[in-house]
Protein backbone atom coordinates (compact mmCIF):
# COMPACT_ATOMS: atom_id res chain seq x y z
CA UNK A 1 0.00 0.00 0.00
CA UNK A 2 2.64 2.84 0.72
CA UNK A 3 3.81 2.70 -2.70
CA UNK A 4 0.84 2.75 -4.16
CA UNK A 5 0.60 5.65 -6.22
CA UNK A 6 -1.34 8.73 -4.68
CA UNK A 7 -3.92 8.99 -7.86
CA UNK A 8 -4.94 5.64 -7.43
CA UNK A 9 -5.32 5.87 -4.06
CA UNK A 10 -7.34 9.17 -3.58
CA UNK A 11 -9.44 7.25 -6.57
CA UNK A 12 -9.95 4.33 -4.58
CA UNK A 13 -11.44 5.99 -1.40
CA UNK A 14 -13.24 8.25 -3.82
CA UNK A 15 -15.05 5.40 -4.72
CA UNK A 16 -15.52 4.00 -1.22
CA UNK A 17 -17.02 7.37 -0.30
CA UNK A 18 -19.26 6.93 -3.55
CA UNK A 19 -20.63 4.20 -3.46
CA UNK A 20 -19.81 2.41 0.11
CA UNK A 21 -22.48 4.08 1.96
CA UNK A 22 -21.86 2.41 5.91
CA UNK A 23 -18.38 1.38 4.62
CA UNK A 24 -15.87 3.20 6.65
CA UNK A 25 -13.52 5.33 4.69
CA UNK A 26 -9.89 3.90 4.21
CA UNK A 27 -7.75 6.45 5.74
CA UNK A 28 -6.03 8.62 3.44
CA UNK A 29 -3.54 10.04 5.71
CA UNK A 30 -0.81 8.24 7.72
CA UNK A 31 -1.22 10.40 10.91
CA UNK A 32 -3.13 8.66 13.89
CA UNK A 33 -4.88 11.01 16.02
CA UNK A 34 -5.83 10.27 19.73
CA UNK A 35 -8.43 12.25 21.09
CA UNK A 36 -10.10 12.79 24.20
CA UNK A 37 -7.49 12.01 26.90
CA UNK A 38 -6.04 14.26 29.28
CA UNK A 39 -2.84 14.82 28.38
CA UNK A 40 0.27 15.30 30.57
CA UNK A 41 3.22 16.27 28.36
CA UNK A 42 6.32 15.69 30.72
CA UNK A 43 7.59 19.37 31.35
CA UNK A 44 5.60 20.14 34.93
CA UNK A 45 2.77 21.75 33.17
CA UNK A 46 -1.01 21.96 33.40
CA UNK A 47 -2.82 19.14 32.45
CA UNK A 48 -4.53 19.17 29.09
CA UNK A 49 -8.28 17.91 29.73
CA UNK A 50 -9.91 16.34 26.25
CA UNK A 51 -6.36 17.26 24.31
CA UNK A 52 -5.27 15.65 21.19
CA UNK A 53 -1.65 13.50 19.66
CA UNK A 54 -1.21 13.65 16.68
CA UNK A 55 1.47 11.32 15.59
CA UNK A 56 3.03 10.53 12.22
CA UNK A 57 5.47 8.21 11.51
CA UNK A 58 6.67 7.68 14.64
CA UNK A 59 6.95 10.82 15.94
CA UNK A 60 4.38 13.57 17.75
CA UNK A 61 3.39 16.01 15.18
CA UNK A 62 0.83 17.85 17.43
CA UNK A 63 -0.27 17.60 20.83
CA UNK A 64 -2.68 19.96 22.81
CA UNK A 65 -6.73 20.90 23.37
CA UNK A 66 -8.45 20.02 20.94
CA UNK A 67 -9.20 23.63 20.17
CA UNK A 68 -5.90 24.37 19.22
CA UNK A 69 -4.84 21.24 17.14
CA UNK A 70 -6.79 20.48 13.16
CA UNK A 71 -7.12 16.66 13.18
CA UNK A 72 -5.81 16.51 8.77
CA UNK A 73 -8.61 14.88 7.12
CA UNK A 74 -8.29 11.04 6.75
CA UNK A 75 -6.27 10.64 9.79
CA UNK A 76 -6.96 7.82 11.55
CA UNK A 77 -8.45 8.17 15.21
CA UNK A 78 -7.99 6.39 18.13
CA UNK A 79 -10.71 7.45 20.85
CA UNK A 80 -9.02 7.85 24.13
CA UNK A 81 -12.27 9.95 26.14
CA UNK A 82 -11.15 9.32 29.89
CA UNK A 83 -8.10 8.17 29.87
CA UNK A 84 -4.98 10.25 30.56
CA UNK A 85 -1.43 10.05 28.52
CA UNK A 86 2.02 10.66 29.97
CA UNK A 87 5.37 10.12 28.11
CA UNK A 88 6.98 6.60 28.67
CA UNK A 89 9.81 6.85 31.75
CA UNK A 90 13.40 7.15 31.15
CA UNK A 91 15.13 5.34 33.85
CA UNK A 92 18.69 6.16 34.12
CA UNK A 93 20.11 3.77 36.50
CA UNK A 94 19.33 0.14 35.79
CA UNK A 95 20.91 -3.00 35.86
CA UNK A 96 20.07 -5.85 32.66
CA UNK A 97 20.94 -9.36 32.75
CA UNK A 98 21.54 -10.63 36.55
CA UNK A 99 17.74 -11.70 37.25
CA UNK A 100 16.23 -14.60 35.84
CA UNK A 101 13.01 -16.11 38.00
CA UNK A 102 14.69 -16.49 41.39
CA UNK A 103 18.29 -16.40 40.33
CA UNK A 104 20.62 -13.35 40.78
CA UNK A 105 23.38 -14.54 38.95
CA UNK A 106 26.28 -13.48 36.50
CA UNK A 107 25.66 -16.63 34.77
CA UNK A 108 21.97 -14.87 33.50
CA UNK A 109 23.70 -12.41 31.09
CA UNK A 110 22.54 -13.54 28.27
CA UNK A 111 21.30 -11.58 24.86
CA UNK A 112 17.91 -13.64 25.22
CA UNK A 113 17.19 -12.53 29.34
CA UNK A 114 18.14 -8.86 28.42
CA UNK A 115 15.81 -8.65 25.50
CA UNK A 116 13.12 -10.16 27.96
CA UNK A 117 14.15 -7.65 30.41
CA UNK A 118 13.62 -4.45 28.03
CA UNK A 119 10.50 -5.95 27.06
CA UNK A 120 9.45 -6.07 30.85
CA UNK A 121 10.68 -2.20 31.02
CA UNK A 122 8.67 -1.70 28.10
CA UNK A 123 5.36 -3.63 29.74
CA UNK A 124 5.65 -1.10 32.35
CA UNK A 125 5.80 2.17 30.55
CA UNK A 126 9.68 2.79 30.70
CA UNK A 127 10.55 3.44 27.60
CA UNK A 128 14.29 4.29 27.93
CA UNK A 129 16.98 2.37 30.66
CA UNK A 130 20.24 3.16 31.02
CA UNK A 131 22.58 0.08 32.41
CA UNK A 132 25.04 1.77 34.60
CA UNK A 133 27.97 0.27 34.58
CA UNK A 134 27.58 -3.70 34.42
CA UNK A 135 27.82 -3.96 31.05
CA UNK A 136 30.66 -6.28 30.38
CA UNK A 137 31.32 -7.16 26.53
CA UNK A 138 29.98 -5.67 23.44
CA UNK A 139 26.24 -7.34 23.81
CA UNK A 140 24.41 -4.23 25.35
CA UNK A 141 26.17 -2.03 22.26
CA UNK A 142 24.90 -5.02 19.97
CA UNK A 143 21.02 -4.98 21.08
CA UNK A 144 21.40 -0.96 20.81
CA UNK A 145 22.49 -0.88 17.58
CA UNK A 146 19.54 -3.48 16.29
CA UNK A 147 17.05 -1.35 18.25
CA UNK A 148 18.34 1.47 15.97
CA UNK A 149 17.92 0.06 13.08
CA UNK A 150 14.43 -1.18 13.53
CA UNK A 151 15.00 -4.89 14.04
CA UNK A 152 14.82 -4.85 17.86
CA UNK A 153 11.61 -3.73 20.56
CA UNK A 154 11.33 -3.53 24.25
CA UNK A 155 12.26 -0.56 26.44
CA UNK A 156 15.28 1.62 24.49
CA UNK A 157 19.05 0.94 26.06
CA UNK A 158 21.73 2.86 26.80
CA UNK A 159 24.68 1.78 28.76
CA UNK A 160 27.78 3.18 30.84
CA UNK A 161 29.52 0.14 29.89
CA UNK A 162 31.57 -1.53 32.63
CA UNK A 163 32.29 1.55 35.51
CA UNK A 164 35.53 2.43 37.46
CA UNK A 165 36.26 1.59 40.59
CA UNK A 166 39.02 0.18 43.09
CA UNK A 167 40.17 -3.61 42.07
CA UNK A 168 37.24 -5.24 42.74
CA UNK A 169 35.37 -2.24 44.82
CA UNK A 170 32.35 -1.61 42.45
CA UNK A 171 28.79 -2.75 42.62
CA UNK A 172 27.61 -4.32 46.28
CA UNK A 173 26.43 -7.33 44.54
CA UNK A 174 29.44 -10.05 44.45
CA UNK A 175 27.67 -11.68 41.57
CA UNK A 176 28.06 -8.20 40.04
CA UNK A 177 31.17 -6.75 41.01
CA UNK A 178 33.37 -8.69 38.19
CA UNK A 179 31.74 -6.02 36.15
CA UNK A 180 33.61 -3.01 36.81
CA UNK A 181 36.96 -1.64 35.96
CA UNK A 182 39.38 -1.49 38.58
CA UNK A 183 41.55 1.63 38.47
CA UNK A 184 45.04 1.74 40.96
CA UNK A 185 46.67 4.66 39.42
CA UNK A 186 46.12 7.64 37.58
CA UNK A 187 47.15 6.46 34.86
CA UNK A 188 45.36 3.32 34.43
CA UNK A 189 42.44 5.23 35.57
CA UNK A 190 42.66 7.31 32.57
CA UNK A 191 43.20 4.62 30.15
CA UNK A 192 40.09 2.73 31.11
CA UNK A 193 37.82 6.14 30.20
CA UNK A 194 39.40 6.17 27.14
CA UNK A 195 38.75 1.93 26.69
CA UNK A 196 34.71 3.71 27.36
CA UNK A 197 34.90 6.33 25.57
CA UNK A 198 35.94 4.03 22.39
CA UNK A 199 32.91 2.86 22.49
CA UNK A 200 29.38 4.10 21.87
CA UNK A 201 28.82 4.44 26.38
CA UNK A 202 26.56 7.13 27.29
CA UNK A 203 28.34 7.44 30.54
CA UNK A 204 31.30 6.87 32.79
CA UNK A 205 29.84 5.06 35.80
CA UNK A 206 32.39 5.35 39.48
CA UNK A 207 31.82 3.73 42.68
CA UNK A 208 33.06 5.68 45.51
CA UNK A 209 32.03 3.90 48.36
CA UNK A 210 33.84 1.88 50.78
CA UNK A 211 30.69 -0.36 51.30
CA UNK A 212 30.82 0.01 54.76
CA UNK A 213 34.75 -0.18 55.25
CA UNK A 214 35.02 -3.48 53.50
CA UNK A 215 36.80 -2.53 49.74
CA UNK A 216 39.12 0.47 49.33
CA UNK A 217 37.18 3.30 48.44
CA UNK A 218 38.16 5.46 45.23
CA UNK A 219 39.63 8.49 46.19
CA UNK A 220 40.15 12.17 44.54
CA UNK A 221 43.65 10.89 43.10
CA UNK A 222 41.93 8.37 41.36
CA UNK A 223 38.71 9.97 40.34
CA UNK A 224 39.85 13.24 39.60
CA UNK A 225 41.72 12.33 36.93
CA UNK A 226 38.46 9.96 35.33
CA UNK A 227 36.82 13.09 35.47
CA UNK A 228 38.73 15.34 33.74
CA UNK A 229 39.57 12.35 31.10
CA UNK A 230 35.92 11.54 30.49
CA UNK A 231 35.30 15.70 29.89
CA UNK A 232 37.76 15.41 27.27
CA UNK A 233 35.62 13.13 25.38
CA UNK A 234 32.27 14.87 26.51
CA UNK A 235 31.58 11.83 28.01
CA UNK A 236 29.41 12.85 31.81
CA UNK A 237 30.38 10.92 34.82
CA UNK A 238 28.12 9.20 37.29
CA UNK A 239 28.73 8.63 40.33
CA UNK A 240 27.56 5.88 42.86
CA UNK A 241 28.16 7.56 46.52
CA UNK A 242 27.43 6.77 50.04
CA UNK A 243 28.98 9.47 52.34
CA UNK A 244 27.68 13.37 51.96
CA UNK A 245 32.04 14.39 51.83
CA UNK A 246 32.80 12.45 49.14
CA UNK A 247 29.59 14.09 47.32
CA UNK A 248 31.00 17.24 48.46
CA UNK A 249 34.15 17.00 47.04
CA UNK A 250 33.37 15.17 43.58
CA UNK A 251 30.86 18.05 43.05
CA UNK A 252 34.61 20.33 43.56
CA UNK A 253 36.17 17.68 40.97
CA UNK A 254 33.12 18.17 38.50
CA UNK A 255 31.25 14.91 38.67
CA UNK A 256 28.17 15.46 36.26
CA UNK A 257 25.37 13.38 38.05
CA UNK A 258 24.94 11.52 41.48
CA UNK A 259 23.36 7.60 41.50
CA UNK A 260 21.78 8.20 45.11
CA UNK A 261 21.78 10.95 47.70
CA UNK A 262 24.05 10.66 50.59
CA UNK A 263 23.22 7.93 53.03
CA UNK A 264 24.96 9.25 55.70
CA UNK A 265 23.36 11.92 56.98
CA UNK A 266 20.99 14.92 55.53
CA UNK A 267 21.98 16.84 53.26
CA UNK A 268 23.74 20.33 54.41
CA UNK A 269 22.91 23.37 52.66
CA UNK A 270 26.19 24.07 51.53
CA UNK A 271 26.26 20.94 49.51
CA UNK A 272 22.86 21.37 48.20
CA UNK A 273 23.66 24.62 46.81
CA UNK A 274 26.93 23.81 44.84
CA UNK A 275 24.55 20.83 43.52
CA UNK A 276 22.61 23.82 42.02
CA UNK A 277 25.11 25.95 41.32
CA UNK A 278 27.10 23.23 39.26
CA UNK A 279 24.17 21.65 37.84
CA UNK A 280 24.45 18.38 38.81
CA UNK A 281 21.80 16.13 38.08
CA UNK A 282 20.96 14.10 41.13
CA UNK A 283 18.88 10.39 41.23
CA UNK A 284 16.94 10.27 44.47
CA UNK A 285 16.81 6.81 43.98
CA UNK A 286 14.60 6.15 46.87
CA UNK A 287 13.06 2.64 46.85
CA UNK A 288 16.14 0.89 47.41
CA UNK A 289 16.96 2.32 50.07
CA UNK A 290 13.13 2.62 51.63
CA UNK A 291 13.30 -1.51 51.61
CA UNK A 292 15.82 -1.50 54.16
CA UNK A 293 13.54 -0.15 56.77
CA UNK A 294 10.79 -3.10 56.94
CA UNK A 295 10.99 -6.28 59.31
CA UNK A 296 7.37 -7.13 57.81
CA UNK A 297 6.54 -7.46 53.92
CA UNK A 298 6.06 -3.70 52.43
CA UNK A 299 1.85 -3.48 51.28
CA UNK A 300 3.85 -3.12 47.37
CA UNK A 301 4.41 -6.87 46.99
CA UNK A 302 0.58 -7.77 47.08
CA UNK A 303 0.07 -5.47 44.11
CA UNK A 304 -1.52 -7.41 41.33
CA UNK A 305 1.01 -5.73 39.13
CA UNK A 306 3.83 -6.88 40.12
CA UNK A 307 2.51 -10.61 39.60
CA UNK A 308 1.61 -9.53 35.57
CA UNK A 309 5.32 -9.87 35.23
CA UNK A 310 6.81 -12.36 38.20
CA UNK A 311 6.22 -15.16 39.16
CA UNK A 312 4.18 -15.92 42.74
CA UNK A 313 7.58 -18.20 44.37
CA UNK A 314 9.34 -14.75 43.42
CA UNK A 315 6.96 -12.71 45.33
CA UNK A 316 7.21 -15.19 48.23
CA UNK A 317 11.18 -15.14 48.26
CA UNK A 318 10.88 -11.00 48.34
CA UNK A 319 8.62 -11.65 51.23
CA UNK A 320 10.86 -14.08 53.10
CA UNK A 321 13.97 -11.57 52.69
CA UNK A 322 11.88 -8.91 55.03
CA UNK A 323 11.08 -11.59 57.68
CA UNK A 324 14.32 -12.57 60.35
CA UNK A 325 15.20 -9.22 59.73
CA UNK A 326 17.44 -7.28 62.83
CA UNK A 327 15.04 -4.63 64.07
CA UNK A 328 18.81 -2.29 64.97
CA UNK A 329 19.70 -2.59 61.03
CA UNK A 330 16.00 -1.57 60.23
CA UNK A 331 15.98 1.40 62.27
CA UNK A 332 19.44 2.32 61.34
CA UNK A 333 18.05 2.11 57.59
CA UNK A 334 14.93 4.11 58.68
CA UNK A 335 17.12 7.29 60.21
CA UNK A 336 18.70 6.93 56.63
CA UNK A 337 15.99 7.09 54.84
CA UNK A 338 14.14 10.01 56.49
CA UNK A 339 17.56 11.87 56.05
CA UNK A 340 17.51 11.37 51.75
CA UNK A 341 13.48 12.37 52.09
CA UNK A 342 14.81 15.67 53.70
CA UNK A 343 17.87 15.88 51.50
CA UNK A 344 15.24 15.17 48.50
CA UNK A 345 13.03 18.24 49.70
CA UNK A 346 16.28 20.45 49.55
CA UNK A 347 17.37 19.64 46.86
CA UNK A 348 13.15 20.30 45.38
CA UNK A 349 13.01 23.63 46.95
CA UNK A 350 16.73 24.54 45.42
CA UNK A 351 15.84 23.61 42.03
CA UNK A 352 18.23 21.04 41.88
CA UNK A 353 18.05 18.36 38.40
CA UNK A 354 16.19 15.18 39.91
CA UNK A 355 16.18 12.54 37.14
CA UNK A 356 15.08 9.46 37.55
CA UNK A 357 16.92 6.18 38.65
CA UNK A 358 15.60 3.25 40.26
CA UNK A 359 18.25 0.58 40.50
CA UNK A 360 16.24 -1.81 38.52
CA UNK A 361 17.72 -5.37 37.80
CA UNK A 362 19.73 -5.16 41.56
CA UNK A 363 18.20 -8.39 43.59
CA UNK A 364 14.36 -8.62 43.69
CA UNK A 365 14.21 -5.12 42.60
CA UNK A 366 11.76 -5.51 40.00
CA UNK A 367 12.59 -3.96 36.31
CA UNK A 368 9.81 -1.68 35.25
CA UNK A 369 7.23 -2.09 38.38
CA UNK A 370 9.36 -0.28 40.85
CA UNK A 371 9.85 2.59 38.39
CA UNK A 372 6.27 3.04 39.82
CA UNK A 373 6.73 2.55 43.51
CA UNK A 374 10.26 5.56 43.16
CA UNK A 375 7.03 7.28 41.78
CA UNK A 376 4.92 6.96 44.59
CA UNK A 377 8.38 7.30 47.28
CA UNK A 378 8.82 11.03 45.19
CA UNK A 379 5.47 11.95 46.12
CA UNK A 380 5.98 10.48 49.46
CA UNK A 381 8.77 12.76 50.26
CA UNK A 382 7.22 16.08 48.88
CA UNK A 383 7.27 15.99 45.25
CA UNK A 384 3.75 17.43 43.48
CA UNK A 385 2.72 14.70 41.17
CA UNK A 386 3.35 16.73 37.94
CA UNK A 387 7.09 17.16 39.66
CA UNK A 388 7.68 13.39 39.94
CA UNK A 389 6.10 12.78 36.57
CA UNK A 390 8.78 15.21 35.21
CA UNK A 391 11.54 14.03 37.12
CA UNK A 392 10.42 10.38 35.16
CA UNK A 393 9.91 11.81 31.78
CA UNK A 394 11.47 14.84 30.54
CA UNK A 395 14.94 15.77 33.31
CA UNK A 396 16.18 12.26 32.49
CA UNK A 397 15.70 13.00 28.58
CA UNK A 398 17.75 16.15 29.20
CA UNK A 399 20.50 14.81 30.31
CA UNK A 400 21.05 12.39 27.34
CA UNK A 401 19.68 14.59 25.09
CA UNK A 402 16.91 11.92 24.11
CA UNK A 403 14.28 12.99 21.68
CA UNK A 404 11.40 11.14 24.01
CA UNK A 405 10.11 12.09 27.48
CA UNK A 406 7.97 14.93 26.42
CA UNK A 407 4.51 14.99 24.22
CA UNK A 408 5.84 18.04 22.02
CA UNK A 409 5.95 18.04 18.64
CA UNK A 410 8.42 16.23 17.20
CA UNK A 411 9.70 14.07 20.03
CA UNK A 412 9.36 9.83 19.43
CA UNK A 413 5.70 8.88 20.15
CA UNK A 414 6.79 7.14 23.26
CA UNK A 415 3.58 7.40 25.99
CA UNK A 416 1.74 5.30 28.30
CA UNK A 417 -2.31 5.73 27.89
CA UNK A 418 -3.59 5.37 31.43
CA UNK A 419 -7.18 4.56 32.92
CA UNK A 420 -6.83 7.03 35.95
CA UNK A 421 -5.10 10.35 35.98
CA UNK A 422 -1.67 10.37 38.44
CA UNK A 423 -2.56 13.92 39.19
CA UNK A 424 -4.69 12.56 41.78
CA UNK A 425 -3.04 10.20 42.75
CA UNK A 426 0.49 9.09 41.42
CA UNK A 427 -0.08 5.23 42.11
CA UNK A 428 -2.15 5.80 39.54
CA UNK A 429 0.50 5.70 36.61
CA UNK A 430 0.29 1.89 37.65
CA UNK A 431 -3.36 1.57 35.98
CA UNK A 432 -1.66 0.88 32.11
CA UNK A 433 -4.40 0.75 29.23
CA UNK A 434 -1.46 0.75 26.89
CA UNK A 435 1.97 1.58 25.91
CA UNK A 436 3.21 2.88 22.67
CA UNK A 437 6.77 3.67 21.81
CA UNK A 438 7.61 5.29 18.69
CA UNK A 439 3.78 5.31 17.67
CA UNK A 440 3.52 1.16 18.00
CA UNK A 441 1.01 -0.10 20.12
CA UNK A 442 2.97 -2.42 22.46
CA UNK A 443 1.48 -5.97 22.53
CA UNK A 444 1.02 -6.05 26.57
CA UNK A 445 -0.86 -9.03 26.55
CA UNK A 446 1.38 -11.28 24.62
CA UNK A 447 4.19 -10.71 26.93
CA UNK A 448 2.15 -11.29 29.89
CA UNK A 449 0.72 -14.71 28.69
CA UNK A 450 4.23 -15.46 27.60
CA UNK A 451 5.66 -14.48 31.85
ZN1 LIG B 1 22.98 0.54 40.71
Redesign the pocket.
Known amino acids: MTNRPLATFTLLTFWLAACGGTEPEAPTSTIVAYEGATLITGDGGPPLGGGVLLVDDGKITAAGLAANVTVPEGATVVDLTGKTVMPTMVDL?G?LGFIQDLSFDYANYTRENIIDQLNRYAYYGVGTIVS?GTDPGELAFTIQAEQQAGTLGGARIHTAFRGIARPNAG?GAPTMRQTALGASTAEEARRLVSEIASTNADFVKIWVDDRGGSVDKLAADLYQPIIDEAHTHQLQVIA?IFYQEDARELVEAGVDGF?HLPRDVEMDDGLVAAIVENDVFVMPNLSISERGQHTAPPSWLSDPLLLESVSPQVVSRIEASFENRNPGSASAAAESYAAMQQSLKKLAAAGARLVLGA?TG?QDHIHGFMEHRELELLVEAGLSPAEAITVATSAPAEVLDLNTGLLTPGKRADFIVLNANPMYGISNTKQIAAVYLGGQELDREALRSAW
Open positions: HHLPHADV
